[in-house]
């Protein structure tokens, strides 16, 4: 197969970063690059959300940009190139595919699923904990679900959905009887951590769940904001539940 436009694009970031490109381009490193490839993602995240394909293909665009960046400047100082980072993903694509490239046979993704598992945790030697590579810069939400993922793996779970809302019912009595902010804080973080499970259970992504909450609560607020007589701070109880109410019949749509 042949890529012109991608060896194209590969070049263009090269000639940037080169001595008579650009000098924003120039001054950029692995760190102030950071919060760049996180803004992308979640911008290509919306993107999904939306169905919206000719968005989704700039976005994606976006995110090879970090990546392409992030190789040109690891090339720059002498570490490894997009070549090396294509190699080393194509590599482990074909490792962790056995049943694709080699004589494993499988049966669903189920067995898919647990021989990646397994293969990964054997290139990964260094890792003595199930806990060791949880990533520290993803969102605590993303991270509770990581980590109650791996440890249901070796079967630390609840027997059913009762045992479990009996205990998220547990952590909101120790939220009310809590004294301090800093045990009220921790035990709210307990009952987030525990619904986050209940989602699990239900192959439900919190993430995903609370970011369709986040938009439709803006798509209400908004209706209210248009339907209000008065300026919002002007607003009794009742009339803000009144506005709440009409705001909720109309937006209830599901996207």
């Not at 919306?46 to 665009?61: P, R, T, V, W, Y």
């Not at 120790?174 to 192959?203: C, M, P, T, Y």
């Not at 008065?230 to 109309?250: H, M």
Request: proline share 2%; hydrophobic share 35%; with cysteine.
């Amino acid at each position: 197969m042949n890529y012109p436009n991608l060896e194209a694009l590969i070049e263009t970031i090269r000639i940037l970063r080169s001595e008579n490109g650009c000098a924003w381009d120039r001054e950029q490193t692995h760190k102030s690059l950071r919060r760049n490839i996180l803004e992308e993602s979640y911008e290509t995240v919306d993107a999904i959300n939306s169905g919206d394909m000719d968005n989704l293909k700039e976005e994606l665009g976006d995110v090879l940009l970090q990546v392409l960046l992030h190789s040109q400047i690891a090339d720059d100082n002498g570490c490894f190139n997009i070549e090396d980072v294509a190699k080393i993903l194509n590599e482990k694509l074909i490792h962790r595919h056995p049943h694709v490239f080699g004589n494993i046979k499988t049966n669903d993704t189920k067995e898919i699923i647990a021989n990646w598992d397994k293969l990964k945790s054997e290139e990964k030697t260094e890792r003595k904990s199930l806990m060791d590579g949880i990533s520290k810069a993803q969102s605590a939400l993303m991270t509770a679900q990581k980590i109650s993922n791996k440890a249901v793996k070796v079967g630390f779970e609840w027997e059913n959905d009762e045992q479990l809302m009996d205990c998220i019912k547990s952590e909101f009595k120790e939220f009310e009887e809590a004294k301090s902010f800093e045990e009220k804080e921790e035990e709210f973080g307990d009952i987030l951590f525990a619904v986050v499970n209940l989602a699990r259970r239900n192959k439900i992504d919190a993430e995903q769940a609370l970011i369709r909450s986040n938009n439709k609560f803006i798509a209400r607020f908004r209706e209210m904001e248009k339907n209000s007589p008065k300026p919002l701070t002007e607003l009794s109880f009742e009339e803000w539940d009144t506005l709440w109410k009409k705001a909720k019949i109309k937006v209830k749509e599901r996207k």
